[in-house]
């Protein structure tokens, strides 16, 4: 199973970015799926959760700024950012609890993070 994260870039204050993330490889089902992310010198911190039945939370930090989303049926998670500032400078990573098929066909529990993507916000 790999989660596979794009959309970073370099954006200037109260600008907007779309980070998305895709799990491929034998997946049975996916749990939460979590959006994380890094600063320079900070320990990584969870941004936001969605559930598989799309409830959702939010890091007091970006709520009303950032919206987590997900399509069961492509095994994918999204996060809208608006009004970004220079504080949300970080690598972004996604992560979900994973069940999937090893090689025996059975199935096996993963906590699966994608390799993250780098958020510049400055002007």
């Known amino acids: 199973v790999q989660l596979q994260a794009s959309g970073g870039g370099l954006v200037g204050p109260g600008g907007s970015l779309r980070l998305s993330c895709a799990a491929s490889?034998?997946?049975?089902?996916?749990?939460?799926m979590d959006w994380y992310r890094q600063a320079p010198g900070k320990q990584r911190e969870l941004v936001a959760r969605?559930?598989?039945?799309?409830?959702?939370v939010y890091a007091d930090s970006v709520k009303g700024r950032f919206t987590i989303s997900r399509d069961n049926a492509k095994n994918t998670v999204s996060l809208q950012m608006n009004s970004l500032k220079t504080e949300d400078t970080a690598v972004y990573y996604c992560?979900?609890?994973?069940?999937?098929?090893?090689?025996?066909?059975?199935?096996?529990?993963?906590?699966?993070w994608g390799q993250g993507t780098l958020v510049t916000v400055s002007s």
């Open positions: 992560s979900a609890d994973v069940l999937y098929y090893n090689d025996g066909g059975e199935p096996v529990a993963l906590r699966a």
């Open positions: 490889g034998r997946v049975a089902s996916i749990n939460a």
């Open positions: 969605i559930t598989s039945g799309g409830s959702s």
